[in-house]
């Protein structure tokens, strides 16, 4: 069987990169099996993740211009090869089943390009973001847009999304849930002693770093004994703006931005609480690792992903954006190294049901179903 992954790179460190390496390699494992991954921007760069060495890379050269909408007239150029070269790259490969991982410009010409073979489409983000611009949309364009959007949706054969909660906002009906797996699973798990609380991902707006550092300043002279860790890169002007929060705050011996890592489990192993102030999510990969290392969890009720993997068992559900309730949450979490273990306990027991034979299975039956 032939399958052909698209994703615009694989070099940067990510939630939807380290999936498609999990996916990738377990498929790659089934000799019968011919997996490749096509990037629009590698740029000639090493994948950050470990990848089978029976898996074939093509880079097709499109480079969009990553700092502007794709529809800017300096990506829309772009267009017309991009097309051209990934239909010439289908025909060649003639896959048996085609899927598209990130949410770039190939998403709305996929369908339409090569239509005898069977294409799916993952969805990474929640569409709980469009909700008032589909109410209230401020152009005729965004209008018309969202239109063509939901229209594109529904010519693929599938729609993958990551939680029942996400099926409400898609018009078509050919979607299925199939979740993110856990990417790794611990022999260990965390001690619970160190006084470590833990927070990582991409350093952008969306993930609400700067709220943790607020809530951080409300908690830090009743418990100065305790850290926050943040792990991930981002735009360094954005970096730099969230230090100067901690520094504006003097929480800098006690809250430290540590760039990105290779060993986020280790770092996790270490820490005691794993801590998420997120606007929006859809289902974090992150929250898995962090149950399969035994780690509470302390999260907003963001829409949607953490209420699909958080419960009262393993960790805290806050209201959004309530920054005291968190405060007082994790106040009450430091004080209490009992109800920390059975959390820690519980979570592993969850993480469980999100191992990659699991998730894996559902993805066969998938690509099986839909090879002509």
């Not at 401020?138 to 599938?158: I, P, Q, R």
């Not at 920390?340 to 699991?358: E, F, H, I, P």
Request: aromatic share 12%; net charge positive; hydrophobic share 35%.
């Amino acid at each position: 069987m032939k399958v052909v992954f698209f994703i615009d790179q694989v070099y940067l460190y990510g939630g939807i990169e380290r999936v498609l390496s999990i996916k990738a390699n377990y498929l790659a494992k089934d000799t019968a099996n011919i997996i490749h991954i096509v990037t629009t921007e590698q740029k000639g760069n090493t994948p950050c993740y470990d990848f089978s060495s029976s898996i074939t890379f093509t880079d097709l050269d499109i480079n969009y211009h990553r700092n502007k909408s794709y529809f800017h007239p300096k990506n829309v150029t772009k267009l017309p090869r991009h097309i051209s070269k990934t239909k010439q790259l289908l025909k060649k490969i003639k896959p048996d089943v085609v899927i598209v991982c990130s949410h770039s410009s190939d998403t709305y010409f996929m369908p339409f390009i090569v239509t005898y073979i069977p294409k799916v489409k993952e969805f990474h983000y929640s569409k709980s973001i469009e909700v008032e611009k589909r109410k209230n949309p401020k152009s005729n364009f965004k209008k018309f847009f969202l239109k063509f959007a939901d229209y594109v949706e529904s010519k693929y054969d599938t729609l993958v999304v990551l939680n029942t909660d996400e099926q409400a906002y898609y018009s078509s009906n050919n979607t299925v849930v199939i979740p993110n797996p856990l990417t790794f699973y611990p022999e260990t798990k965390a001690s619970l002693q160190n006084k470590i609380v833990l927070a990582a991902g991409r350093i952008a707006p969306v993930k609400g770093f700067d709220l943790l550092i607020d809530i951080w300043e409300k908690i830090a002279n009743s418990r100065p004994d305790w850290q926050l860790h943040i792990y991930g890169d981002g735009p360094a002007p954005y970096v730099q703006q969230l230090q100067q929060q901690i520094d504006a705050k003097n929480l800098n011996h006690i809250v430290f931005l540590k760039g990105s890592t290779a060993q986020i489990k280790e770092k996790m192993l270490d820490a005691s609480i794993y801590a998420m102030t997120s606007h929006n999510e859809c289902f974090p990969l992150v929250l898995l690792e962090a149950q399969a290392c035994g780690l509470p969890i302390i999260a907003y009720d963001c829409p949607h992903g953490p209420r699909n993997i958080v419960s009262e068992k393993t960790g805290v559900l806050v209201e959004h954006y309530n920054k005291e309730a968190y405060s007082e949450n994790l106040l009450q979490l430091f004080n209490d190294q009992e109800r920390l273990q059975r959390m820690g306990t519980m979570a592993v027991n969850n993480s469980q049901n999100y191992t990659v034979d699991k998730i894996m299975t559902k993805w066969n039956h998938l690509i099986s179903t839909l090879k002509k």
